[in-house]
């Protein structure tokens, strides 16, 4: 499907392409503060469809966004992935049940694993012949282990970063 030039209804728009007018995010008691950094996004616009409102990808219309920006000051590579992965077992947990938020905590420990498993002797590889590749395989086998560390709620940090 095609949809550069067209307008269609969609489910939620990334945060930075966002535009309501003042009176409907009052009327939301704007943004949840729970999420520190990524997911405010999804729930916002989670919140406007349970009253009513629809969400519209307008394709004639451009804009510009440093995707990540903030996260890239932080300098560790695992930062933004934690914190989305923090923030949307935030939203399961806010608007489904606690199955489905720790479904999603397993689901990224799996995953987290299974890349891992793939990264480790690729990495040993790469250190063995000393590739150019290495440390971003370091890098990402970094972010997946810290990603299972997250999924047993060991990375306490991202807790600190987005209050209850």
């Given at each position: 499907m095609h949809i550069e030039n067209e307008t269609i209804e969609i489910e939620w728009l990334v945060g930075?392409?966002?535009?309501?007018?003042k009176d409907v995010l009052l009327e939301l008691n704007g943004f949840d503060e729970r999420y520190?950094?990524?997911g405010e996004d999804v729930d916002i616009c989670f919140r406007l469809r349970k009253r009513g409102f629809k969400i519209f990808y307008m394709g004639d219309t451009s804009m510009f966004h440093y995707h990540a920006a903030s996260s890239i000051k932080k300098r560790k590579t695992y930062f933004a992935a934690l914190l989305q992965r923090e923030s949307i077992y935030r939203f399961f947990k806010a608007n489904y049940n606690l199955l489905n938020a720790f479904g999603y905590r397993f689901i990224s420990m799996m995953s987290g694993l299974f890349r891992v498993l793939i990264l480790l002797p690729v990495t040993m590889i790469?250190?063995?012949?000393?590739?150019?590749f290495t440390k971003n395989l370091i890098n990402g086998l970094e972010k997946h282990i810290r990603i299972i560390f997250w999924s047993f709620g060991l990375e306490s940090w991202t807790r600190k970063q987005i209050p209850d």
């Open positions: 930075a392409c966002i535009m309501f007018k520190y950094m990524y790469a250190i063995i012949i000393k590739s150019d």
